[in-house]
């Protein structure tokens, strides 16, 4: 058996790519760890480490979307890994095939990061929010809440209360932080399907503000 010398960067990350067996799609991109990396051999399916929510996570553990290993390869400088499996299910939280469903066409202008200003930040969520309740886009997360009606998104916002409530009994600032911007999402979309523009809920809270 040969040694593998696979170059980690400086978080003890690398980068694997996921590829369909049969349709040769590239599916998804997630990070690994030397821990990942055994588990996936062991078990013969994906596993990954969530950078944002600091913690191992098995492709499909939830949705049931699971990827069963065909061939794990890695590349000629040993700092990316190209996974094929088979898959069960859409690779991309969005229900699409792969995350890879969006075109950069010529005359596209890419979008100015997101402002720093918290009041700012809500508004141009709920922009962006009008809009995919407007265009319902295809593959768009959001649209598909909105496409569903209301049951969908307030189910949302009721898990993500609970995971939010669960992460604060943990006293673990990393998933606390995570889930409460899960929950300020959903809320936000629910706000955007009742036309109520986050600067009112602001206002609300500036009027109950008592120096």
Not at 53 to 81: H, I, P
Not at 93 to 106: M, P, V
Not at 177 to 188: I, N, Q
Not at 189 to 204: G, N, Q, R, S, Y
Request: proline share 4%.
């Amino acid at each position: 058996m040969s040694e593998i010398e696979l170059k980690f960067n400086g978080k003890g990350l690398i980068p694997a790519i996921v590829q369909d067996s049969k349709s040769k799609k590239v599916l998804m991109m997630a990070w690994m760890t030397p821990e990942t990396i055994e588990m996936t051999r062991k078990t013969g399916f994906t596993h990954f480490f969530s950078r944002s929510r600091g913690k191992v996570w098995k492709k499909g553990e939830e949705s049931g979307n699971t990827q069963k290993v065909a061939k794990m390869e890695y590349d000629c400088d040993a700092d990316t890994l190209l996974i094929t499996v088979e898959a069960k299910g859409p690779a991309c939280h969005t229900g699409s095939e792969t995350c890879w469903f969006r075109e950069i066409a010529d005359g596209d202008e890419l979008t100015k990061p997101a402002p720093a200003d918290s009041e700012e930040l809500l508004a141009r969520l709920y922009q962006v929010l009008q809009q995919r309740k407007k265009d319902l886009p295809e593959g768009s997360y959001t649209a598909s809440l909105f496409k569903k009606g209301e049951n969908a998104y307030l189910k949302k916002i009721g898990e993500e209360a609970v995971e939010l409530v669960m992460a604060c009994k943990n006293n673990d600032e990393k998933e606390i932080v995570y889930e409460a911007a899960d929950l300020l999402f959903h809320m936000m979309v629910a706000l955007t399907a009742h036309d109520i523009p986050p600067e009112k809920i602001l206002t609300e809270l500036k009027n109950r503000f008592k120096p």
